[in-house]
């Protein structure tokens, strides 16, 4: 299925994320098919993905969603209706019991925090489920910065510090980034050498996220068959909680070139930036696709695309282009709806970029626009 975005380009206002709903739903139908046939429950990890215009589309295909703290809970609780998982590195005094509230399962970081929060989530809640994260120290994550399973990461609790008690239903483990069903499959084999002495006490696993289900080549079949297997030794419930699977390839980033100079090559200076609306691209960093674009050299015209904050870094990437760039022209950054604008910032007050669904039928239509106020009232 292919992105359908030229045919409404002169009617998108720069910058803007577009989410395809064709392309969304896609995705949501590959991740329903891995549900029916492996028998696991997959919920959308807001962290990655949280565009709540969508979740009328999101709840017809996944089981509901896992938050990473008290706004995320609320969010999925009010716009999604559906199972509400909760996890935080440290749930604080003055939350927990919103969140109990609002939470189907409830996953504890440490067990320090397991003992401090139990009874009073149970009274809150008492059909609260809870669980804990553990570390199953092997991850097949590309970089350190996505690692949690790092040495002396902070995330979930390790066997020489593990202890069961009798409060825990489930066990949650998350290893993985934009990864492959072999690489969960080696994940699995750690987590049942380390834990695989409790999970008969369980009632569910959760996998956590990182799975990249719904890019091209994925071993599907592989996953099923790890799932299933799973549950046939255990007969416990297996939930999966991918955010980026969900947003993958569902739409792009529209920006437009403000400026064209010269210092040492051809630099463009756009409306759109590397820092405020597509910070994995230094934090990871990564080079984004353009469409129609290639890398340096490989076309006629090379150019360095510039972000327009005055971080003397906030620089894209190099790229060519078979045309000359012009002034006001509209250029499309790939694969833009995942781990974008759920991390925006308003760094030197750069307006936020619209954040617009192009409709099966066609319609593109602006869901949200920001303004002055949107700046002004996240400072004091």
């Excluded at 329903?32 to 028998?39: C, E, F, L, N, P």
């Excluded at 990864?179 to 994940?187: G, N």
């Excluded at 303004?371 to 002004?376: A, E, G, I």
């Amino acid at each position: 299925m292919e992105s359908r975005i030229e045919k409404v380009i002169d009617r998108i206002k720069t910058p803007a994320y577009v989410c395809e709903e064709a392309l969304l739903e896609r995705n949501l139908q590959i991740l329903d098919d891995v549900q029916q046939k492996s028998g696991a429950k997959i919920i959308l990890a807001l962290k990655g993905f949280a565009m709540w215009s969508t979740f009328d589309l999101v709840k017809k295909y996944l089981h509901g969603a896992t938050a990473s703290g008290l706004w995320e809970c609320h969010l999925a609780f009010e716009e999604l209706g559906k199972e509400v998982h909760t996890y935080s590195p440290a749930f604080k005094e003055d939350e927990i019991d919103l969140i109990a509230k609002m939470s189907n399962h409830l996953v504890f970081n440490s067990l320090n925090q397991l003992q401090k929060f139990k009874s009073r989530v149970k009274k809150v809640n008492p059909s609260i489920s809870l669980g804990v994260r553990v570390n199953p120290e092997y991850s097949a994550a590309p970089v350190e910065l996505y690692n949690p399973c790092a040495p002396m990461s902070r995330l979930g609790v390790t066997r020489n510090n593990f202890y069961w008690d009798d409060a825990i239903e489930g066990l949650h483990f998350h290893a993985l980034c934009e990864e492959s069903a072999t690489s969960l499959q080696r994940v699995l084999q750690a987590f049942e050498e380390k834990f695989g002495e409790f999970i008969p006490q369980c009632k569910w696993i959760n996998f956590g996220g990182g799975h990249h289900i719904t890019k091209e080549g994925y071993d599907k079949e592989l996953l099923i068959k790890l799932i299933k297997d799973f549950k046939e030794r255990y007969s416990v419930e297996v939930y999966l909680e991918p955010g980026e699977a969900v947003g993958w390839q569902t739409g792009v980033l529209v920006a437009s070139v403000v400026d064209i100079i010269d210092n040492g090559m051809p630099i463009a200076i756009l409306d759109t930036s590397a820092e405020t609306h597509m910070p994995d691209v230094l934090a990871m960093p990564y080079r984004p696709e353009v469409r129609g674009a290639g890398h340096p050299g490989k076309k006629p015209y090379t150019y360095r695309l510039g972000g327009n904050s005055c971080l003397a870094g906030d620089v894209i990437g190099d790229y060519s282009f078979d045309k000359p760039l012009e002034i006001d022209q509209k250029l499309i950054f790939e694969d833009m709806i995942h781990y974008t604008f759920v991390k925006n910032t308003t760094f030197n007050g750069i307006r936020l970029p619209d954040l617009a669904i192009l409709r099966k039928s066609g319609e593109y239509e602006v869901i949200r626009r920001f303004d002055y106020c949107d700046y002004k009232h996240r400072l004091s």
